[in-house]
């Protein structure tokens, strides 16, 4: 008897003329974690893709338990009992968890009895890892509990073979900790297989019990966890290139004030009040760090400071300068926005990676003169800027939509954090900046964050990370429920301090 | 694929010819010589072509009216209203104006056509971006809003009571009449069409302008965040749409008919919908389509004459271009991403 359940061989995926995946291998044993390792490109999506059947591979085999399949699409990947939890949720928001998961049915009667569906699902729900409330609206629930109803699904669904893609990039750790705690229990339990996709170390050596490390389309190795350390996987990850180098904050005297918020309030989109009379002051040369759930009022903050939201009071001073996100001001203060998912908040996807790297000075010279645009200027400035930045494919002409997402990240930052023709940056807001980047990248973005510090930038960096924040940040604040509840600096911190304030329960001072 | 524009829109025009071909025969008469009437009445002879032209120049600006507003995705239906009071606002300004100098009275109607039809179509704008109402919902309400206000302000208190059959304004005079191009018969409303298309062109491809609007166009949280005006950008481009839609019905007035009446709805406005979704709301494009369109018109008469058909038939034919091309259109996008892959 085989103890593998799924075992995929020299899989091979060419896209034009990249080759995706190159003869790579990998062995499912039953009944555990395994992880799949690689920076972003390296082919984990796509070799999982081949597995379910989203795409066809041009070479290789998969194998179910032994025996060859031939998996042609999602549907048959299903009926052979391999689930897939995709990085995007595949909810219906506007319907419940009961609707939700009667509707993932591949096969559902005409006529679907709800009462019966609702006894036979509480009756199983009892028995997974998680509970969800049967009756609550999709829309209502928050990110970590949208995760934990897409793994439900496909466990109701009786998979015996589950591939999970990033799940815990949305979960606060604590929530990582739990999802991925339980779905450990039940690999040990229930003899379920489940496939990992991650890019974080910690979660591989805590949980997984196999890896196999992929890097750009090729197996790098694979290993018994037990056998390996960070330092050995992280070697296979990215070759020799591997360096961490620390960041260089240097020390900066008493300055001024470059961006002072007092009183803000902000309504969300249904007009419910998102922000209370925030005041916060961040000084040039020190990163300040607001740390939170999401869905506290960050979001908003963002958007208010990007000039994509109005504010409902309160007033935002720019170099003391009041600021309402215009674009002259923007210019003149030296303005800088990263927000969150730069495709939607910062990019247009069917522009050109140049034109997307000249939004903030198309209506200068030399990108126009006259009114009339200077392309060939344009074209030159995003050459150099791609280089710099690394963003691939070097080609400034390809519609920014077409860029994996770490590189519509690089170029975003690029043009943001890039070459300024000598105007000052004074303020720096940046969200999640390394939200689904792999670490060398990650590294490199905080560096340049450090770098704008160092220069004299006031950064007010937002991110669900806390790691990031004790990293980079001088101060730190936490958010809840539109609020700065706590303030400290990463010396003081204590994280489960911060982890309560986070939470909400901070202590006799907070009281809603 | 460099002639892919080309090939596309050639497909789906013989395409439909064919299945206009059927569509006449069934109707009882020689798809062979209807086509060949079709040529004639249009593009056969120099009087034809000038018919054609005529025809074409105020397709030209309403078809102007939906692709401006289509590059910032709004779908503006709005150009039959923005033509209806054009006309109004040109007929009333050059009865203003008859004591006047010819050249001052036209250019006085021509800015307040511009005016009417682009404060009409700004005003869509301007509920669009404040107000979140549907622009193509509006703009074609204010369509029927705009020849109410025509109809009774012609049978109303601006009528000639000479005007028996057909109520209309006072005549602007001859002498104030806009003028042909040579010795044809083609009006100037013709160059105003040609000139608008490619001014609005550099525009859009050369300008900072048209880059601000490519920007609020394809994703508007990223315009906010580089600091544009959303809202005036939205204004600006929906108020050039009509004040081109308004040109045409100054055109109409002030090159054919002399007086503001019921023939401003036309069609004019409808007609430049289909000419701008059939060139894609590219400005150059517009113009063939436009000619193509007006051929289409001019050989209306030339049918019915020849062959017994009925009116109609040739917008059977307008429609089946309209659709075969749309049609085309999806069919090549959708094979260019299958031969592209999920890459």
């Known amino acids: 008897m085989s103890n593998l359940a ?20 990998l062995k499912l044993a039953k009944g555990g974690i395994h992880a799949l390792l690689g920076e972003n490109g390296a082919g984990k999506s796509t070799l999982v893709k081949c597995i379910v059947g989203f795409y066809t591979p041009d070479e290789g085999e998969v194998l179910l338990g032994e025996r060859q399949q031939t998996i042609a699409n999602p549907r048959d990947a299903h009926d052979l009992g391999i689930g897939m939890v995709y990085q995007h949720f595949t909810l219906i928001p506007n319907m419940t968890v009961l609707e939700n998961l ?23 729900m009892a028995r997974m890892p998680f509970q969800l409330p049967l009756d609550a609206s999709v829309n209502h629930l928050a990110a970590g509990e949208k995760q934990k109803l897409e793994i439900v699904k496909q466990l109701l669904l009786d998979v015996k073979v589950l591939i999970l893609d990033e799940p815990t990039s949305v979960l606060t750790p604590d929530e990582a900790d739990e999802v991925l705690g339980r779905i450990r229990d039940m690999t040990r339990e229930s003899g379920l297989s489940v496939l990992i996709i991650t890019h974080k170390f910690r979660e591989v050596m805590t949980y997984a019990d196999d890896v196999t490390v992929l890097r750009r389309g090729k197996h790098a190795g694979s290993a018994r966890v037990s056998d390996v350390d960070v330092k050995g996987l992280a070697e296979m990850m990215v070759g020799s290139e591997f360096s961490q180098t620390a960041l260089a904050r240097e020390a900066v005297a008493e300055q001024p004030v470059k961006l002072d918020i007092a009183g803000l309030s902000v309504e969300d989109d249904s007009g419910m009040s998102a922000i209370h009379a925030l005041s916060l002051k961040v000084k040039a040369g020190e990163i300040v760090g607001i740390a939170g759930v999401s869905g506290n009022g960050q979001r908003e903050l963002v958007e208010v400071l990007a000039g994509q939201r109005p504010s409902a009071g309160g007033e935002i001073r720019v170099m003391g300068e009041v600021y309402a996100g215009r674009r002259r001001d923007l210019l003149r203060h030296g303005f800088h926005c990263l927000p969150e998912e730069p495709l939607r908040n910062a990019s247009v996807a069917r522009m050109s990676v140049a034109e997307n790297l000249a939004f903030r000075r198309f209506d200068q010279a030399p990108f126009s003169v006259g009114g009339f645009l200077r392309r060939g200027a344009m074209a030159v400035a995003a050459a150099r800027a791609i280089v710099d930045f690394k963003v691939r494919p070097p080609t400034p002409d390809t519609p920014i939509g077409d860029l994996s997402g770490g590189n519509v990240q690089r170029a975003i930052l690029a043009r943001e954090l890039g070459e300024r023709q000598g105007r000052p940056m004074n303020v720096l807001v940046v969200a999640n900046p390394c939200f689904g980047l792999d670490f060398t990248a990650v590294a490199e973005i ?47 911190a204590e994280p489960i301090v911060i982890g309560r304030h986070m939470a909400g329960h901070g202590g006799e001072n907070h009281v809603h | ?37 079709i040529y004639r009445g249009a593009f056969g002879t120099w009087f034809s072509w000038q018919n054609t032209l005529v025809s074409a120049a105020p397709l030209m600006l309403t078809a102007l009216c939906t692709a401006l507003p289509a590059r910032l995705g709004l779908i503006v239906i ?9 006309g109004l606002a040109a007929a009333l300004t050059g009865l203003a104006l008859i004591e006047a100098n010819p050249w001052v009275a036209l250019f006085g109607m021509a800015l307040a056509a511009m005016l009417a039809g682009g404060l009409l179509i700004g005003l869509v704008g301007w509920l669009r971006h404040s107000r979140n109402v549907n622009e193509t919902i509006s703009s074609l309400l204010f369509n029927y809003i705009s020849i109410a206000i025509l109809s009774f302000l012609v049978i109303g208190v601006l009528r000639d009571p000479e005007t028996l059959n057909k109520p209309s304004t006072h005549h602007i005079g001859e002498t104030h009449m806009l003028g042909a191009l040579g010795e044809s018969s083609i009006h100037w409303g013709f160059g105003f069409g040609l000139i608008a298309c490619l001014l609005l062109w550099i525009l859009y491809k050369r300008t900072v302008f048209g880059f601000a609007v490519d920007m609020v166009g394809g994703n508007a949280r990223a315009a906010r965040l580089s600091g544009l005006p ?46 701008a979704f059939a060139a894609r709301h590219h400005p150059l494009a517009i113009v063939p389509m436009a000619i193509l369109f007006g051929g289409i018109r001019a050989a209306g008469s030339l049918m019915q004459r020849d062959h017994d058909l009925p009116d109609a038939t040739s917008l059977v034919l307008q429609g089946m271009i309209f659709i075969l091309l749309l049609a085309s259109e999806a069919v090549f996008a959708h094979l260019a991403r299958k031969r592209g892959g999920a890459a």
């Not at chain 1, 096969?107 to 569906?117: F, M, N």
């Not at chain 2, 939205?234 to 503001?260: D, N, P």
């Open chain 1, 102 to 124: 009667v509707l993932a049915r591949p096969h559902l009667p005409a006529v679907i009895d709800w009462k019966k569906e609702r006894r036979a699902i509480g009756e199983r």
């Open chain 1, 446 to 492: 905080h560096g340049r964050i450090m770098a704008a510090r160092n220069a004299g930038a006031a950064v007010l960096l937002v991110s669900e990370d806390l790691d990031e924040i004790l990293e980079l940040s001088d101060r730190i604040h936490v958010m809840s429920a539109g609020r700065l509840v706590y303030e400290t600096t990463p010396q003081a």
């Open chain 2, 78 to 86: 709005g150009g039959e209203g923005a033509v209806v009071l054009g």
């Open chain 2, 230 to 275: 959303v809202g005036r950008i939205v204004f600006l481009v929906c108020l050039m749409g009509g004040a081109a839609a308004g040109l045409a019905g100054m055109v109409e007035v002030a090159a054919v008919h002399g007086r503001a009446n019921t023939s401003l709805n036309a069609g004019y406005g409808y007609e430049g919908i289909l000419i």
């Open chain 2, 1 to 37: 694929m460099a002639f892919a524009p080309f090939l596309i829109p050639l497909t789906a025009l013989a395409l439909s010819l064919l299945l206009f071909g059927g569509f006449v025969s069934l109707a009882g008469a020689n798809a062979l010589e209807v086509y060949h009437s």
């Open chain 1, 6 to 25: 799924l075992e995929a061989i020299n899989v091979s995926k060419r896209f034009g003329e990249l080759r995706a995946l190159d003869r790579v291998s």
